[in-house]
Structures are given as structure tokens and as C-alpha cells.
């Protein structure tokens, strides 16, 4: 018999808010895919929307260029990564500090940012990068951008930050040993290289291939931008654009969005596959363990300021290009007269325009919630996993792991069959983007939970039950406190992430709803380039502010606990 004592009861109100978070807008997005009609309309059910789908080219075509997409994308990500981390960890080159300087610059920006910089400066007319081809290595026409491999090489030098961090970590914990022996041996450096070294990180590189190919599957900014125009479209795009027909079609959306989620499905439960099968071929020696670092003579220097130049190239002139554009009154290549023109009239603009005004406000406050929500939220699901013999406690982990497999697009329709269907009245407010943010971030936020919850010992608060606190004031009075470092880091996580959100927002967002990264999506849209940029730089400037304080408050509270 169960004891609704407030352990209880908590226990069981987290599973029923976790199942309808989870299970509901997945549920409703296949009905959806099933039904005759759009949402809140009797209707019949039907396959129809299945059939004329793969029936059509429509369906084909996605499938094509969305594997094309992801990759060309994954590939150019892992070999940019690969040998940025085997140039910073495995070799004695100078300047590292300086290029791992220049990768931290794309964690920061959102994607959607980059994507508008490249474009810019890609430009036919008046893009830098087409004029200095022109002018100095001879082109007769400017390059294009809108094409397959202008969306790869945009996508996938974005995530080579991200790729570089994995494979990094992947060096650092390989024991080199083993490669000693085989260059002792007789073998050359490349023969160590491909006999051994890749050989060791064979599932490392799987795993982070894959997590590459997944995001790539799932980005929606790229082939908004730069697909549609080119006539591009893959699966992301292809459900924003049924969502935009008039009137919308809501079944080919829905069913488009399950293909979707299938294929995104697929390819989370590979990677944890692989990542499952990292573990069995760890090398780390306990003493006398140290990294191999390979000299390269009279050509470190060289390598050095050309891994530097290219990191700069890649990494930062996209970037700069927006900051260029936000002081000026249109957009202009560098020059002279440029430099005669430069003038701060976009950013004043930007507090004079409601619009903006409202997104900012929207922003902050769906970014401050959504963060919080998620973080307190998780800390139970955590401390349920972690410290209860409950039966259904896997489930619940899973549950709460799986919106990371939802596109989210795929979210954002799954979401409006809801509260189109069902009788609570939060359609076109705040809060339906609340409640997407909250399930979409519900992962990251249990990863950093778990993590810190299976750090701190039961024994604390075994003692504090001993001394008559009650379970609620047990987990506010101790756990929370001694999970701070993990629930900060995820907090920062989800407030970052969530003032560059673009895939669900784009979907559910309504007259009076907008958010920061709708309304610089729409700014493009409208060719309003000067204030797009200026907003953008403010909202980097945010994104940045926030992570310091928010590390700082944390780095204070950890170093107040361990003096305790």
C-alpha cells in the first residue's frame, strides 16, 4: 500500500507532469499524422497523408538532400575537429592558447548569426570574400553560396568547435604507450597514426561523427536560409513550409514530422550505442601516464600560424562581419568611404521599435523560467533516479532523456496539435513556448543533475533526517546546495540556449509572443541588415554577460561550501 506521505506524493505529481510533458505532444503529433482534418476539427482517420507522401517526389527529395546535408556537414566537421585537436593536444606547436581562443567564439554565437555572416559576406554584389576572389585571384563570377555545398560548409565549420572539444577530451585520455612501442618499433609516424592511434579512438570518432550527423539532421537555420532560396529543401525546411501554406496544412506537416523523428530517433539510439562502446576501449593508465607530444621541428611555426590563420578565417570573419555591418547604414564592403559612414543609428533604433523592445522582455523571461523550471524539475527527476529503489525509476530517466531525439520542429508541431486540441487555453501566449522550452532542454538539465547527484554522499542526508528534517526541507536544505555546481552549469546552458532558439519558437510564436531570434530571423526576411546585425551583437554581448555572472555566482557558492 502506498503512503502518500510528501515524498510520495512528489513522486508521483513528477511522473504524471513528466508522462504528459513527453508522451502527450508525441501521442498527439502521430493522431495528428492520422486525422482528416486540422486540430480541434472532427475528422475522420486516414492514411491518406502517408500515401500521398511517399507517393510524391516530395518525401524522396527530403530524404536525399537531408542525407547529403548531414553528411557532408558531419565530414567536414570531424576532420576540421580532428585536426585541430590533434594540432593543440598531440604536437608542440606555439600559439595553442590563441587558437583554442578563436574556437570559443562559435560555442558563444548562435548558429543563426553565423549562417547570416557567411551569407554576407558571400554576397554576389558587395560580399568580401567574393570581391577579393574577383579582384585578386581572378574569378569571372562571384562564388554562390546558395547551393548544397555553401549549406555544408556553413553548417559543418559550425560544429567543428563542438567536434574538437569531444575529440580533445578523446586525446587526452589515451594512453600513448602504445604508440611509444610502435614508433620504437620501426613504424613511421603515419603508420602509428593508422595502426594505432585510430584504431584506439575508432569508437570516439564514431560516436562523434554521428552526434554531428544528428544535428546536422535536425538544423532548421541553414537550410532556412540558405537552402529555401536555393531551392534546397530538406526535412526541416519542408515542415516549416507545409506549416506556412494558406490555409496550413497540418497533416502534411504532422507527417513529415514523423519521418522526421524517425530518422532523428534512429540516429540518437546509434549514438548511444557507440558511445556505450567508447567506454570498453578506454586506455587511461592510472601512474605514470602522460601525453605523447610529437615535435615537428621547423615547421611548427609555420603550422602554428596557419592553423591560426585558418581558425581566424573560419571562426571569427563571419563574426566580424556582423559587427561591420550593425555601424552601418546599409550594407557596404570595407573601404574608405565605409569607414566615413560608420554611425550607431541601428542600435538606437533598436530601443525606439516595440517589436524589439517586446522580444527582449519575452526573451528574458521565457530564458529566466524555462532555466529554472528545468533545473529545479530535473533535481528531483535526479534525486528519484539516483537515491529511490523504485521500480518505474528507469523509465523515468528515459522519459526525460527522450526529447533530446525530437527535432525541434518536430516539437513544435507536436505541440500545436495540443493546445490546438485540447481545451487549455495557452495557444498564442508565453506560455506554450514556456512549456516547449521546458521539454526541449528537460535532457541537458538531467545529464548535469545526475552527474552532481551521483556525487554527493546519502550519508548526508541520512543525518539530516536523523536530526527530524522532513524530506522537503532535507532536499532543499542540503541537496540543493551541494548539487549547485551541476545545477548552475546546466542553468547557464538552458538560459543561453534558450535566448538562441529558433526551430520550435518559429513554429509557436504569435503577435505579442515574438523572441529575440524569431525577430532577427524576420529582420532578414524583411532585408533590414543593419538593425539585424545590431541586434545580434546585443544579443551576443547578453549571451556572454550571462555565462560570466552566472559562472561566477557558482564558482563563489562552491568555494563558500568546500570552507564549510
Same mark, same amino acid.
Given at each position: 500500500m502506498i503512503r502518500w506521505d510528501a515524498k510520495n506524493i512528489i513522486l508521483w505529481l513528477v511522473v504524471l507532469v513528466l508522462a504528459y510533458l513527453t508522451l502527450v505532444p508525441l501521442v498527439m503529433l502521430i493522431y495528428g499524422s492520422l486525422k482528416s482534418s486540422p486540430p480541434g476539427v472532427s475528422g475522420a482517420f486516414t492514411l491518406e497523408h502517408y500515401a500521398a507522401l511517399f507517393k510524391g517526389r516530395e518525401m524522396a527529395t527530403a530524404l536525399k538532400n537531408s542525407l547529403v546535408f548531414s553528411l557532408g556537414t558531419s565530414l567536414v566537421a570531424f576532420f576540421g575537429g580532428l585536426y585541430l585537436a590533434w594540432i593543440t593536444e598531440r604536437t608542440n606547436v606555439p600559439l595553442k592558447a590563441a587558437i583554442y581562443a578563436t574556437l570559443l567564439v562559435p560555442l558563444i554565437v548562435p548558429g543563426l548569426l553565423t549562417t547570416i555572416g557567411w551569407m554576407l559576406l558571400f554576397g554576389r554584389r558587395s560580399g568580401m570574400l567574393n570581391l577579393v576572389a574577383m579582384r585578386y585571384f581572378g574569378l569571372e563570377q562571384p562564388i554562390d553560396i546558395y547551393n548544397m555545398a555553401g549549406m555544408i560548409w556553413i553548417l559543418g565549420t559550425d560544429q567543428i568547435p563542438l567536434?574538437?572539444?569531444?575529440? *580533445? =577530451?578523446?586525446?587526452? @585520455? #589515451?594512453?600513448? @604507450? &602504445?604508440?611509444?612501442?610502435? #614508433?620504437? @618499433?620501426? =613504424? *613511421? #609516424?603515419?603508420q602509428t597514426a593508422r595502426s594505432i592511434t585510430l584504431r584506439i579512438l575508432l569508437p570516439a570518432i564514431l560516436s562523434v561523427w554521428i552526434i554531428n550527423f544528428i544535428r546536422a539532421v535536425e538544423n532548421f537555420e541553414v537550410p532556412a536560409l540558405v537552402g529555401i532560396p536555393g531551392q534546397i529543401l530538406v526535412f526541416s525546411t519542408e515542415v516549416y513550409l507545409a506549416t506556412r501554406q494558406v490555409p496550413t496544412d497540418f497533416g502534411l506537416a504532422s507527417t513529415f514530422a514523423v519521418v522526421y523523428l524517425v530518422i532523428a530517433a534512429v540516429g540518437i539510439y546509434i549514438y548511444l550505442k557507440a558511445t556505450k562502446a567508447a567506454e570498453r576501449f578506454t586506455t587511461i593508465s592510472g601512474k605514470g601516464y602522460r601525453p605523447t607530444t610529437i615535435h615537428l621541428g621547423g615547421l611548427r611555426y609555420p603550422v602554428a600560424l596557419l592553423t591560426l590563420l585558418l581558425s581566424f578565417a573560419i571562426f571569427i570573419l563571419p563574426v566580424l562581419q556582423i559587427v561591420w555591418s550593425s555601424f552601418l547604414p546599409y550594407f557596404m564592403p570595407p573601404s574608405v568611404a565605409a569607414l566615413e559612414s560608420l554611425t550607431l543609428d541601428s542600435y538606437r533604433e533598436l530601443f525606439r521599435f516595440p517589436l524589439i523592445q517586446r522580444a527582449f522582455w519575452n526573451s528574458f523571461l521565457l530564458g529566466l523560467s524555462s532555466s529554472t523550471l528545468v533545473m529545479v524539475f530535473t533535481a528531483v527527476i535526479a534525486w528519484i533516479v539516483v537515491r529511490t529503489h523504485w521500480r518505474g525509476k528507469g523509465v523515468l530517466?528515459?522519459? =526525460?532523456? @527522450?526529447?533530446i531525439a525530437v527535432p525541434g520542429?518536430?516539437?513544435?508541431? =507536436?505541440? &500545436?496539435?495540443?493546445?490546438?486540441? &485540447?481545451p487549455i487555453p495557452i495557444y498564442g501566449t508565453l506560455w506554450i513556448l514556456l512549456v516547449a522550452y521546458v521539454i526541449k532542454y528537460l535532457p541537458y538539465g538531467m545529464r548535469a543533475c545526475s552527474s552532481s547527484m551521483h556525487q554527493i554522499q546519502k550519508e548526508l542526508e541520512e543525518a539530516s533526517a536523523a536530526c527530524g528534517a522532513s524530506w522537503g526541507r532535507t532536499f532543499v536544505r542540503v541537496v540543493l546546495p551541494l548539487l549547485l555546481p551541476g545545477f548552475v552549469a546546466g542553468w547557464i546552458y538552458v538560459i543561453t540556449h534558450s535566448f538562441r532558439e529558433l526551430s520550435t519558437s518559429i513554429l509557436l510564436y504569435r503577435n505579442g509572443t515574438e523572441v529575440l531570434s524569431v525577430v532577427i530571423f524576420e529582420l532578414w526576411d524583411g532585408g533590414q541588415y543593419p538593425e539585424l546585425c545590431a541586434l545580434g551583437v546585443t544579443l551576443v554581448v547578453i549571451l556572454s554577460t550571462i555565462s560570466l555572472l552566472a559562472r561566477r555566482i557558482g564558482a563563489q557558492f562552491g568555494l563558500e561550501r568546500a570552507m564549510a
Open positions: 567536434t574538437f572539444l569531444l575529440l *580533445t =577530451a578523446a586525446f587526452r @585520455s #589515451m594512453d600513448p @604507450s &602504445l604508440e611509444e612501442a610502435a #614508433m620504437v @618499433s620501426g =613504424a *613511421t #609516424m603515419a530517466d528515459f522519459l =526525460a532523456f @527522450s526529447p520542429l518536430v516539437l513544435g508541431i =507536436a505541440i &500545436l496539435w495540443v493546445y490546438l486540441t &485540447l
